[in-house]
């Protein structure tokens, strides 16, 4: 049962990012949707054993983004941040051969 507070309910947002760096110059939005769709983007990351990372403010600033193109410069500090946590939270470091 929920509790009805009078406000809507925030649909969860959710994108997957990808950095090949033998081809990217930064970071890329490869999916990204709200409400059930996100929920499905963070099942296959789960799925695959790809680091999940809230960070409810990055979401909403990729919202609006389109899915491809490298992201701009001015998000760049706050990606490598979220690529440094994934990396570490799957044990691994950037520059080091992948043997998974």
Excluded at 44 to 50: C, K, M, P
Aim: net charge negative.
């Amino acid at each position: 049962m929920r509790e009805d507070t009078g406000e809507e309910k925030k649909q969860r947002i959710s994108h997957a990012l990808g950095f090949d760096p033998n081809q990217d110059a930064a970071p890329r939005i490869l999916a990204g949707g709200e409400g059930e769709f996100a929920e499905k983007i963070i099942s296959i990351a789960r799925s695959f054993n790809i680091p999940v990372i809230k960070d409810p403010e990055l979401a909403e600033g990729l919202r609006d983004l389109p899915l491809g193109p490298e992201l701009p410069e001015n998000l760049h500090r706050t990606l490598a941040a979220i690529f440094s946590m994934a990396y570490t939270i799957r044990g691994e470091f950037p520059g080091e051969q992948n043997t998974r």
